[in-house]
């Protein structure tokens, strides 16, 4: 398993997320998928859950889930959409905006911690790694099925 990349990159991507919720504090606490709603809400609003989940990956069940939990706290506005009344549109309450503008801060915080702990030239790798696959995703490449174990044993 400690060479199968998607293992390798989801276990990176665990501690990282653990990192910086200790960085950020336990007032500051939010799941993966209600994280990239509020981050995707900050930097464009009104949006739709569907222009969400195509922008971060994330399943529009996982993405519905975490309106209703930032709703709840107060983060988030629904409103239909009056072209298309079959879509809600999503925006960030006044108290939403604040709590985006605190991620914000911390995540830029964290970026230059990580920055200064990590030799910069591991970090050049990764970034380099990590635009290669975004740009294969954004491609579709991952979309397309892969070969059986039986076709590439064969």
Known sequence: MDSFLPYRLIRVAER???????????????????WQVLWSLGEQSPITAKSISLQ???????????VKVLEDRGYVL?????????FELLSLSDEGLQRFDRLE?????????????????YLS???SGLVGLEHM???G??????????????
């Not at 995540?107 to 030239?121: H, K, P, R, T, Y």
């Open 16 to 34: 990282f997320d653990t990192a910086f919720t200790q960085y950020c504090g336990p007032d500051d606490e939010l799941s993966w998928s209600e």
């Open 137 to 139: 995703a954004a491609a």
């Open 78 to 86: 629904r409103k239909r959409d009056r072209a298309d009344r079959r």
């Open 56 to 66: 971060s990956g994330l399943s529009k069940t996982k993405i519905s889930r975490a």
């Open 125 to 127: 790798s990764l970034d």
């Open 105 to 121: 801060r911390s995540a830029q915080a964290f970026q230059g911690w990580l920055e200064q702990s990590v030799n910069i030239a």
């Open 141 to 154: 490449h991952f979309q397309i099925a892969a070969p059986s174990v039986e076709e590439t044993i064969a």
